[in-house]
């Protein structure tokens, strides 16, 4: 007598919303849309922002971030075209452009600088911040810059490529940092009518967000622009639609810990906020 193993069916991530970003201006001026950190979407465990920047016009970013301090997470900025220069009190500095990622854990305390500038009379970017579990917020700062030519570029089936940040795909590793939240940070490319299975970890919240383009994810469409927040389940099926398309993947596994937020510290309690402005004040970053 011989028996047959049933396996369980693939369960396919869906998208359970879509959120439109939210035009603002931060730092000396500098115009962008935030996508996650608005009050529309506050955050998405261990997710805690990110912002979209991109103009053609210096006067909408030339002022840039001035000197400003953090603690408590991490910071990935990710340059499509154009350029960022970072500074920091602890020695972090560099330029990275076109297709380059800075990554920059805050820690215990980091005060620095951001000033972008264009390519070719671009500016377009991304800047994420990951959230830090309690026991590592308080962290040695660490800084990296990390050049497109460490970024690895590969076809992921007929018409779609991926540029892996951070995490794995197929025995793949992005150079980002191994972290505890094990973030996912992938640029995808389709073209028309391709598709393509990203293996976004079980267990892990993460949305995509569409910057060029639309995408077929099951039965919902997101559109340029739009973040499409994902549910739970062991993989993602998305496909262009129309066009092509180009998006991202971003996801993390869980802190499910208290978020205090004020500005740039987020934390996990009032007195731990109180404490990092103090801190600041009296120059202990």
């Not at 369980?8 to 970003?21: Q, S």
């Not at 039965?219 to 973040?227: H, L, S, Y």
């Not at 549910?231 to 398309?245: F, I, N, P, R, T």
């Amino acid at each position: 007598m011989s028996s047959t193993t049933v396996r369980p069916a693939t369960t396919y991530r869906t998208v359970v919303r879509r959120v439109l970003g939210l035009p603002t201006q931060d730092g000396a001026g500098v115009k962008l849309t935030r996508l996650v950190g608005s009050p529309q979407l506050p955050d998405l465990d261990p997710i805690l922002m990110l912002d979209t920047f991109r103009s053609d016009d210096p006067k909408n970013y030339s002022a840039g971030f001035p000197e400003h301090p953090h603690r408590g997470f991490e910071t990935v900025s990710y340059m499509i075209k154009g350029s960022i220069a970072h500074l920091d009190n602890h020695g972090g500095r560099g330029i990275v452009t076109d297709g380059c990622v800075q990554w920059m854990t805050a820690g215990s305390g980091v005060a620095h600088s951001e000033m972008p500038a264009q390519t070719d009379g671009q500016m377009f970017g991304f800047q994420l911040w990951i959230n830090l579990p309690a026991a590592e917020k308080m962290r040695k700062p660490w800084y990296r810059d990390i050049p497109a030519s460490e970024i690895p570029s590969f076809d992921v089936g007929s018409g779609a490529k991926a540029k892996l940040i951070a995490g794995e795909w197929n025995g793949v590793k992005g150079p980002g940092p191994e972290r505890s939240t094990q973030p996912l940070l992938v640029d995808v490319a389709l073209d028309g009518k391709a598709s393509v299975e990203v293996p976004v970890p079980q267990g892990h919240a993460g949305f995509v967000y569409v910057f060029e383009g639309s995408l077929r994810v099951g039965a919902e469409t997101v559109t340029e622009n739009e973040i499409g927040v994902l549910s739970g389940g062991a993989s993602l099926k998305v496909a262009a639609d129309g066009e092509g398309a180009r998006f991202l993947v971003v996801a993390g596994k869980p802190i499910r810990e208290p978020i205090v937020k004020y500005g740039p510290f987020v934390m996990n309690t009032p007195d731990e906020i109180r404490r990092a402005i103090q801190d600041y004040q009296s120059g202990r970053f």
